[in-house]
Each structure stands twice: as C-alpha cells, then as structure tokens.
C-alpha cells in the first residue's frame, strides 16, 4: 500500500500533508511555493510522488459556500490535470470549504511572524483534508467488509 498526499492548494502556496504507508494517519508535509518555471514544478511533484511511493492524489476542492463551483474551481481543475499527466497519479478532490478556518483556529495562540503562521496554516488546512478523507476511505471498507 503507497502513502497518500494532499494538497491544499492556493494561488502560489501549496499545503502539502502525507498518510504513512498504511494510510492510517496524516502529518503535515511542509509547503511548496508554485515556480514560475513549469519544469521545476514538475521536477518536485515527479521526485516527492517517487521518493514517498504516493499511489494517489487529494486536492482541495475550492467550493463557494453554497455548493457551486468559481473560478478558483476552473484553476484547480487545471492544475489537477496537470499534476495528474506530470505524476501519472489520480487526483481526487476533497470539498475544502472551512477546513482553513479549522487551521486558524488551531493555531489561534501561535506566536511566530505572519509568513510562518501562513505557512503552518497550509499545512495544517492539508492535514485535515488528508484525515477527513482517510476517514471516509476507512469507513467505505467498513461497510464493504460488513456486506460480505
């Protein structure tokens, strides 16, 4: 079994978060500032997804609170069919919607400059996209073992 990354996904910076081998927990990753240069972004993905053995993919879903999709959706597609031929790894997206003010909130008595406190936030928005979806895999073959 390969280990699972998400990605929480924003213009420039990337909230990166990985499951261990047996995809049952989820640690923050570090962030991954978006180059100008296609090649490098490519380079990155290519040797994290080899080097951490990544069987899969989950991207933050940016929703608009009512449920319909913005132009943020239109980017974020883009970028999952990129990061999909680049990798050769299917990209599942994972409804984002509050799981930033999730990450504020647990950082609410964080004490370093703002850059850090972004930057733990992205990872930390990852790491609950990350649980949330464990969580669903974890109970769909809950149920798929109980049916047989």
């Known amino acids: 079994m390969g280990r699972i990354l998400a990605i929480d996904f ?70 999952a069919t990129w990061l999909e031929k680049v990798t050769g790894r299917k990209v599942i997206f994972w409804d984002e919607r509050l799981t930033t003010q999730q990450a504020q909130r647990k950082l609410e008595g964080f004490k370093g400059d ?4 972004k930057r733990r936030e992205d990872q930390l928005a990852a790491v609950i996209i990350l649980e949330a979806y464990l969580e669903k895999k974890r109970h769909h073959a809950d149920n798929t073992t109980e049916d047989n």
Do not use: C
């Open 10 to 79: 924003g213009d420039r910076h990337l909230g990166l978060a990985l499951s261990d081998p047996l995809q049952f927990t989820a640690q923050p990753y570090g962030t991954y500032i978006l180059k100008e240069n296609e090649a490098e972004n490519r380079a990155f993905f290519q040797k994290l997804v080899e080097e951490k053995k990544v069987e899969e993919i989950v991207l933050s879903w940016p929703l608009r609170m009512d449920g319909s999709e913005g132009r943020r959706a239109e980017v974020t597609r883009e970028f």
């Open 114 to 117: 703002y850059r850090e406190k």
